[in-house]
């Protein structure tokens, strides 16, 4: 995902392009054509800000900002092909973006119609809900801000609705998107299959007239108490006219939480349709409107049942506390033979399905969604219901009323309406703004009359253009499928250049953009298809076929153990092993939070890398945390990575040294003669296979594990350093060490570069990303062989007579018949004990190896008994 250019990077870019250029890395090493670009999301409210409070021109602003942000990329080592490199408030860019919005137009996808928005009564100007502080104000001029209906610009999203969703599908398959993705984008669709139920409403006058509800639980349709509808339901509207009381309800309507309880009982009496259907006696229910009644979802009525619905039982309780709750769905088979469920103090709602009770007449007995279906077929055989789809999904408003954004290339004619500006007209390029508009309000864009004064395209006479700009989520909906072709001035992009990158391989970023960008992006793609400019099969035109969300990173938080409040690095004493609070000498809490200013622990990338070198913080950012889970950003914890880094270094050196005894690099598969390499070589080879294999997967399919690969590449170091290159064949130090430059190279690309440029001195085989990748280092017939002669027995340590670990050491290959052989052999158990992990804890950190009293190795290795 591309970067808003606020002019520096924070750590969640650190951590979204690390993982994207060890992909793209990796890949080329692999031998593919890779397209690893990026570019700037670059219009919207900052710079216009910018522009307001200090008289900056939006573009020199967001212009300059790229430059810095541009410097810092490459300051990460990041691999971009900046040949491709786009930015959304290029005209260039945006003529595209304009020629999207007019092919939406022509079929009717892209149309005017009045919404709410935030109005500023002072500053007589429109404001985008950051402009809106949490009471409501104006952020500008402080009055109370007012909603408004305006006519605005819309995309007709829900016309790919069933796409959207039926595509979801697709996308799960083999896991190319977390789930978590996809349930959020299927919770935003929010397709509801139940049914529309009709009431009958009585007025004092006995006058009656049907109203209908959605519902998703036809089954409870006995359990039914109560009628609620929207504040705004034109039924309650007609009696607000001659109901000051409800009128002043009404009127509270901004003050009501979206969990209210509160209602308003209206002078109207509801029957259940049941009635009509088994002829039974009706008993008129109440009727109430309620805040919780949504008026743009379903029918925007509700049918209240409090046993089974959790508000409903809410509701019911506030307002009918006296009155019994009906269970008309149980559990259990066993109790449809109950009589009457009644219940006045009943806790829970019962939300789940079950089985109908005894008072549900001729469906008593049947399961929930059998019983459903039953109730609606009946009810529909005297039209009085009818199965019904619900979809939470809107048509996706894309005008802003400001100037830092794409214009929307309309033009309005007194004569002929509304007339889409000619493409060959296009780009309708932004008037520049200077500095005269300090401290204005308002859109710039309609104070600027030889911009906004046009000739009618159909008519010639005189006209006024558009000057709604577009949401810059519009601008982000289709970016990637300009990068294959990014200087096109002609069309979005060739066909040719379409079918041979789209769709995205693999899309990288922030788990916060799960819903709407995503979901654009989708929907627009979904539409380019359809236009026949990217080909996709039915099915499957998704734009981003593999999905890595990543976590969020969040700082070190320090809090002051009395009063919470955030404290400042300069408010803190840090030493090495303690920190303390200047003013009190407590320590304070530590915590892990959302970077923020007010939590004073955000931490800047450049400062970051500056101090650590870009290779350590990208090795470290991957290590810290699993890619998808939050990661707590602690730089007391980069020391490991360059203690790795360090030993890595060393082991190349100590190679460059051995290197006089042995020539050339490169040599992926020598052909070995096993029956030379000692027991370390073998160890050594057939540790370095198993990480390349295991690297090769987590880099290929398993990026979300790209913790486990620095781990990995950290035993395999270890293991080579407790070896030393010096006890190794000279061939196969040799491969193995390339082996890990190699695997490393994704990673910590300088690094690995620098190492290699030194190990390949006399070999002088370019640069380590032109060599190849190959998923193994030795073949398998070789592996098998030496895997066989590497028999291992485990070992059981005990020290001070305690068994403390198990560990698995090499067999004894030689027969121990003399002496020398049982030294040998005792050296050989000792060794490979402390080149474990627990080996190295148990006697090098919490036992001082050097002071060692007596060591007994028992039965070849079988035991090993230390006294400390
Ligand atoms: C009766 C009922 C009984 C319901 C029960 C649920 C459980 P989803 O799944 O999100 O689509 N509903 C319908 N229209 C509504 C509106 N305009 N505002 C607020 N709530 C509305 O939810 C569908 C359910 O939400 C519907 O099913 C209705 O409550 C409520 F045991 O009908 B139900
Ligand atoms: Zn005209």
């Given at each position: 995902m591309f970067a808003y250019p606020s002019g520096s990077l924070h750590m969640g870019h650190l951590r979204v392009y690390t993982i994207s250029d060890v992909i793209a890395r990796y890949r080329r090493m692999r031998g593919d054509r890779v397209l690893h670009p990026t570019g700037w999301d670059a219009f919207g409210l900052p710079a216009e800000n910018a522009a307001i409070e200090r008289g900056i021109d939006p573009a020199v602003w967001t212009e300059d900002n790229i430059a810095k942000m541009k410097q810092q990329l490459k300051g990460m080592n990041t691999s971009f092909d900046w040949d491709a490199e786009i930015s959304t408030c290029s005209p260039s860019f945006y003529k595209h973006t304009q020629s999207i919005f007019l092919k939406l137009f022509n079929r009717g996808l892209a149309y005017q119609a009045e919404?709410?928005?935030?109005?500023?009564?002072?500053?007589?100007?429109?404001?985008?809900?950051?402009?809106?502080?949490?009471?409501?104000?104006?952020?500008?001029?402080?009055?109370?801000?007012?909603?408004?209906?305006?006519?605005?610009?819309?995309?007709?999203?829900?016309?790919?609705?069933?796409?959207?969703?039926?595509?979801?599908?697709?996308?799960?398959?083999?896991?190319?998107?977390?789930?978590?993705?996809?349930?959020?984008?299927?919770?935003?669709?929010?397709?509801?299959?139940?049914?529309?139920?009709?009431?009958?409403?009585?007025?004092?006058?006995?006058?009656?007239?049907?109203?209908?509800?959605?519902?998703?639980?036809?089954?409870?349709?006995?359990?039914?108490?109560y009628l609620a509808l929207s504040m705004s339901h034109p039924l309650v509207l007609q009696l607000a006219a001659n109901s000051p009381e409800l009128r002043r309800f009404i009127d509270r309507r901004a003050s009501f939480t979206p969990d209210t309880k509160e209602g308003f009982e209206l002078p109207l009496r509801a029957i259940n349709p049941l009635s009509q259907l088994l002829d039974i006696e009706p008993e008129p229910l109440p009727v109430y409107t309620a805040p919780y009644v949504l008026e743009d979802y379903g029918e925007g009525a509700v049918m209240g049942v409090p046993g089974h619905d959790t508000r409903d039982l809410g509701f019911w309780k506030l307002h009918r506390p006296a009155d019994p709750i009906e269970l008309v769905v149980s559990p259990q088979e066993s109790q449809t033979g109950n009589t009457r469920t009644l219940s006045k103090d009943l806790q829970e709602a019962y939300t789940s399905h079950g089985i109908l009770t005894s008072v549900c007449g001729p469906y008593a007995g049947l399961k929930s969604t059998e019983a459903g279906l039953k109730i609606v077929e009946d009810l529909n055989k005297k039209s009085l219901a009818e199965p019904f789809e619900t979809w939470r999904l809107r048509d996706w408003l894309v005008s802003r009323q400001r100037y830092w954004g794409t214009p929307i290339p309309i033009i309005h004619c007194s004569s002929c309406g509304t007339v889409p500006v000619p493409q060959e007209d296009l780009?309708?390029?932004?008037?520049?703004?200077?500095?005269?508009?300090?401290?204005?309000?308002?859109?710039?864009?309609?104070?600027?009359?030889?911009?906004?004064?046009?000739?009618?395209?159909?008519?010639?006479?005189?006209?006024?253009?558009?000057?709604?700009?577009?949401?810059?989520?519009?601008?982000?909906?289709?970016?990637?499928?300009?990068?294959?072709?990014?200087?096109?001035?002609?069309?979005?992009?060739?066909?040719?250049?379409?079918?041979?990158?789209?769709?995205?391989?693999?899309?990288?970023?922030?788990?916060?953009?799960?819903?709407?960008?995503?979901?654009?992006?989708?929907?627009?793609?979904?539409?380019?298809?359809?236009?026949?400019?990217?080909?996709?099969?039915?099915?499957?035109?998704?734009?981003?076929?593999?999905?890595?969300?990543?976590?969020?990173?969040?700082?070190?938080?320090?809090?002051?153990?009395?009063?919470?409040?955030?404290?400042?690095?300069?408010?803190?004493?840090?030493?090495?092993?303690?920190?303390?609070?200047?003013?009190?000498?407590?320590?304070?809490?530590?915590?892990?939070?959302?970077?923020?200013?007010?939590?004073?622990?955000?931490?800047?990338?450049?400062?970051?890398?500056?101090?650590?070198?870009?290779?350590?913080?990208?090795?470290?950012?991957?290590?810290?945390?699993?890619?998808?889970?939050?990661?707590?950003?602690?730089?007391?914890?980069?020391?490991?990575?360059?203690?790795?880094?360090?030993?890595?270094?060393?082991?190349?050196?100590?190679?460059?040294?051995?290197?006089?005894?042995?020539?050339?690099?490169?040599?992926?598969?020598?052909?070995?003669?096993?029956?030379?390499?000692?027991?370390?070589?073998?160890?050594?080879?057939?540790?370095?296979?198993?990480?390349?294999?295991?690297?090769?997967?987590?880099?290929?399919?398993?990026?979300?594990?790209?913790?486990?690969?620095?781990?990995?590449?950290?035993?395999?170091?270890?293991?080579?350093?407790?070896?030393?290159?010096?006890?190794?064949?000279?061939?196969?130090?040799?491969?193995?060490?390339?082996?890990?430059?190699?695997?490393?190279?994704?990673?910590?690309?300088?690094?690995?570069?620098?190492?290699?440029?030194?190990?390949?001195?006399?070999?002088?085989?370019?640069?380590?990303?032109?060599?190849?990748?190959?998923?193994?280092?030795?073949?398998?017939?070789q592996e098998t062989a030496l895997q066989r002669r590497q028999k291992s027995i485990t070992c059981a340590v005990q020290i001070n007579g305690k068994l403390r670990f198990t560990a698995q050491i090499p067999s004894s290959q030689s027969g121990n018949a003399t002496a020398s052989d049982k030294a040998a052999r005792e050296a050989e158990v000792l060794q490979a004990v402390l080149a474990t992990e627990d080996g190295r804890v148990w006697l090098t950190e919490r036992n001082d190896w050097d002071k060692r009293k007596r060591v007994v190795v028992v039965g070849n290795g079988k035991v090993l008994n230390i006294v400390f």
């Open positions: 919404a709410l928005v935030n109005y500023d009564p002072v500053d007589k100007t429109v404001l985008a809900n950051e402009q809106v502080d949490s009471n409501g104000r104006s952020w500008r001029s402080g009055a109370l801000v007012q909603q408004i209906n305006l006519r605005q610009w819309f995309f007709r999203i829900t016309h790919y609705k069933e796409a959207l969703l039926r595509d979801l599908d697709y996308l799960s398959e083999g896991g190319k998107w977390p789930e978590r993705v996809l349930s959020q984008q299927r919770n935003w669709i929010g397709r509801s299959i139940g049914a529309r139920i009709q009431f009958t409403i009585e007025d004092e006058h006995d006058n009656s007239r049907p109203i209908h509800v959605f519902t998703t639980r036809p089954d409870t349709l006995f359990g039914v108490k780009p309708v390029v932004l008037p520049r703004l200077d500095s005269s508009y300090k401290g204005q309000s308002g859109n710039p864009l309609d104070k600027i009359d030889d911009w906004v004064n046009c000739n009618c395209p159909k008519c010639g006479g005189a006209a006024r253009r558009e000057t709604d700009t577009m949401d810059t989520f519009v601008d982000s909906s289709w970016y990637f499928a300009r990068f294959p072709d990014s200087q096109n001035e002609i069309e979005l992009f060739s066909r040719d250049s379409a079918a041979k990158m789209l769709p995205v391989d693999t899309y990288v970023g922030g788990v916060e953009h799960a819903i709407l960008h995503l979901l654009y992006a989708r929907f627009v793609y979904k539409f380019l298809c359809s236009e026949g400019l990217v080909s996709g099969d039915e099915g499957n035109r998704e734009p981003f076929q593999r999905l890595v969300a990543q976590g969020m990173v969040h700082g070190k938080t320090h809090s002051d153990p009395d009063t919470g409040r955030f404290l400042l690095p300069s408010e803190l004493d840090i030493n090495d092993d303690t920190v303390v609070v200047k003013a009190t000498g407590k320590t304070p809490n530590v915590t892990f939070e959302k970077m923020s200013k007010s939590k004073h622990n955000g931490v800047d990338p450049s400062v970051a890398i500056e101090k650590f070198g870009a290779d350590a913080l990208r090795a470290h950012i991957l290590f810290a945390a699993p890619v998808s889970e939050v990661l707590q950003w602690d730089e007391e914890k980069i020391v490991g990575i360059q203690r790795w880094l360090g030993r890595v270094s060393r082991l190349v050196s100590n190679l460059v040294v051995q290197r006089s005894v042995y020539g050339g690099i490169e040599s992926t598969m020598p052909s070995y003669n096993l029956d030379k390499l000692t027991d370390h070589d073998a160890h050594v080879l057939l540790l370095t296979q198993a990480t390349r294999k295991n690297i090769s997967h987590t880099f290929e399919n398993d990026v979300y594990s790209l913790n486990t690969a620095i781990s990995d590449l950290i035993k395999l170091t270890n293991g080579l350093h407790d070896i030393g290159v010096e006890s190794l064949t000279a061939a196969v130090a040799q491969q193995s060490i390339s082996a890990l430059l190699k695997m490393m190279a994704p990673i910590t690309p300088a690094f690995a570069e620098e190492c290699w440029e030194d190990l390949t001195k006399y070999g002088s085989v370019g640069s380590i990303f032109e060599t190849s990748w190959t998923a193994h280092i030795i073949t398998s017939e």
